[in-house]
Each structure stands twice: as C-alpha cells, then as structure tokens.
C-alpha cells in the first residue's frame, strides 16, 4: 500500500514478498465439493525502517529552513488473514486438483505521525500532525487459489498454492500544522486511501489425511 505520500510510512501493512506461515483444514461433503478454513500471519517487520524512512523524508522536506524531529510509534506486528470457502476436488490415483474460492477479512493498524519543526534562525515553532479521519477498519477479502500436488501415501501428500486476494482500502488521513507561537492551526488537509489491493502467493506444503469417505 503505497501512494508516495508521508503517511504510507505509518501504515503496519506492506506487500513486500516474505514468508508466510498458515494452516487449512478441509472439509469435504460431497465427492466433488468441499469447505476450507485458512488462518495465515503477515508478518510486517518494517518498523524501525519505516521510522528511520519518514526521519529521513522529514529532514529532506524541511531541512534546509528548520530543525526536524519526526516520530510515530510504528511497531513491527503480525497481520492475521482468516478466510472460509468452497473446494471443488479433482483426483487420480496419485494426484489432485482443487480449484478454490474464499472470503475473509484483511486488517491491519494506520498509525498517527508528527513532525517538530523549530525555525533556523527564529524563535517560531511549528507541530505537524498526522491522525486517523476516516479509521482503517477490516476489510473484506476475495481469494481465488488453486492447489495442486501428489500423495506420497494415503496419509502424507505434498502441495503446490497459488494464491491470489482482493481487497479495498478505505482511510483517510488528517494533516494538521499548528503555531506553537500562536496556537494556531494554519493548515488542514485530508489525505485518503482508498485503492484496490491485489496480491499473489505462492507457497509449497504438507496436507495430513485424517479421514477418507467413500463415496
């Protein structure tokens, strides 16, 4: 998620390729169809390079008239994505097919930010805020995937995912700069988010077989 703006530096969501550790059970209730549950962890370890990053873009926005200190509390956090769907199953003798879709829930933190400037040369003070207008809130997911793989025994088989979600942001920021001088607010300014957001995955695993019904 990323606008080239200051505030994407406060938002604990990124689409950076990392691992992703998730676990999905499968249910199937007829020969072909079948129901899924899917619980994975992004993990957002950004952090302390998100603040180091906005100290930096503060510095070059304002330096060369001000002294800057920039601040938020951005924490490194891990993002959970539930999702529940339907399977459609394909199988030989020793392998399998299964087209996929679900729906689920995205969420995800958008941080405040401010930035205090003390004018070079001057005693004139100024407070640059950045706070939540419209707040971040879960957001709904479609996800199409496909899994593919091989039995390796009737209880062990080994999977290819691929992996694709869906969804649509929609925040805004408030940017706010006040005199500390003469407590005034001399700017406002709203700054939204909203986009679509698509991602792809792709990750390999284990399935374990509990039961198998004959049909």
């Known amino acids: 998620m990323n606008q080239n ?3 994407d530096y406060f938002i604990e969501y990124s689409s950076e390729s990392k691992f992703l ?14 129901v899924e549950a899917d619980l994975k962890f992004v993990y957002f370890n950004d952090g302390r390079r998100k603040g180091d990053d ?20 951005i924490h490194n956090n891990f993002i959970p994505v539930i999702s529940f769907g339907m399977v459609y199953r394909i199988e030989t003798e020793h392998f399998y097919f299964y087209p996929k ?18 004018e070079k040369n001057t005693n004139n003070e100024y ?3 950045y706070s939540q ?16 793989g091989y039995k390796m025994s009737d209880r062990f088989w080994v999977d290819l995912n691929l992996k694709t979600s869906f969804f649509r942001s929609n925040f805004t ?7 500390l001088y003469t407590k005034e607010i001399e700017q406002v300014e709203q ?25």
């Open 5 to 7: 703006k200051i505030t």
């Open 21 to 34: 550790p998730s676990l999905s059970a499968t249910w199937f209730i007829r020969k072909r169809f079948g």
């Open 54 to 73: 906005f100290q930096e873009f503060a510095n070059k926005e304002f330096g060369d008239n001000y002294y800057v200190k920039a601040s938020s509390p």
């Open 101 to 118: 879709f679900s729906i689920g829930v995205t969420s995800f933190y958008s941080n405040w930010g401010g930035i205090d400037l003390k």
């Open 127 to 129: 407070k640059i805020s």
């Open 133 to 148: 207008g419209k707040i971040a809130k879960d957001n709904f997911t479609l996800t199409p995937a496909f899994t593919m």
């Open 173 to 179: 920021y408030e940017k706010t700069r006040n005199n």
């Open 191 to 215: 700054i939204p988010y909203k986009e679509n957001i698509v991602e792809a995955y792709f990750s390999v695993g284990v399935t374990y077989v509990l039961s198998r019904k004959n049909y």
